[in-house]
């Protein structure tokens, strides 16, 4: 593990640090970033095992966290997806690893899970539409879950990390199928509505796949990108293709120039090619 600190440390690096911190029994958010909170319970656990209270995760505090958590560790590290699988996947469905991995590191940031849960977001405007498909009206459910449930798009009801998990609960109670495939799971965030039209049994069958380790988020990917079409050709093809404009309108929506998704996708694919080259 490389050494990280408040401010400058990669998202995945960061959830590791706080999924081990909190196993520890202190008290810090499982969302990705390193900021006061983590860094204030970094250095409680730094005093506490006797090392220089920095604020700095470097190799002492890691190892120390990895010998207080040795079944984490192994479960944490069985999950993760390899770079055999990246190019096993590549050449299977030939597509470039550069053109795979960066739709990895900008969909996600690389962190398809928070300890032993995969990663979500919770869309409340999806949960809207699966519970009126599912013969519910939503305005019956409102009263008090209004970051759960609404009729449009609403970013700013995200709470990140392990705290989405709460939002799903919540939904679940009023109706798990209709939670369940109003979430996106894994790595590359697809969501639980495309479950059946991507083969597998029903939403349920999807999320326990994904709960068992990013392989089958690389998997859930590859079936959508092949099952899903934009002006006439697949997404697929389109990464094949490396068109980062058209694979970011058909992955990730209307929005996807605000967000500079395709820019995202097209810096991260020129970055992995020169880690290639190199």
Known sequence: MQDIKRG???????????????????????????????EKALRQFQTDQG????????????????????????DMSSRWLSQAQIADFAARHSVEVPAVRAVYVVEADGVGFL???????????????????AGKDPRAYTAGNGDILFPSYTPGSYKG?????????????????????????????????HAETLGYADVFDFVTRIQQDEGQHLEAFGRFIEANT??????????????????????NG?????????????????????????
């Open 8 to 38: 400058s440390a990669p998202k995945r690096d960061a959830v590791i640090l706080q999924v081990f911190l909190q196993a520890c029994g202190y008290t810090v958010d499982v969302d990705g970033n390193f900021g006061p909170g983590t």
């Open 51 to 74: 090392l220089i209270n920095d604020g700095v995760a470097g190799q002492k505090t890691w190892t120390r966290l990895f010998v207080l958590q040795p079944a984490l560790l192994a």
């Open 115 to 133: 300890g032993r849960q995969a990663k979500i977001l919770f869309e409340g405007h999806v949960f809207w539409r699966e519970l009126v498909a």
């Open 161 to 193: 990390g392990l705290a989405e998990y709460d939002r799903l609960e919540r939904a679940k109670a009023i109706d798990e199928r209709a939670a369940l495939r109003s979430a996106s799971w894994g790595l590359f965030q697809v969501l639980g509505y």
């Open 230 to 251: 934009y002006q006439g050709k697949t997404l697929l093809e389109w990464l094949r293709r490396r068109d980062w404009a058209r694979f970011a309108r058909a992955y």
């Open 254 to 278: 209307p929005a996807y120039a605000t967000n500079q998704y395709d820019t995202k996708l097209a810096e991260a694919y020129a970055k992995a090619q020169a880690q290639v080259e190199g």
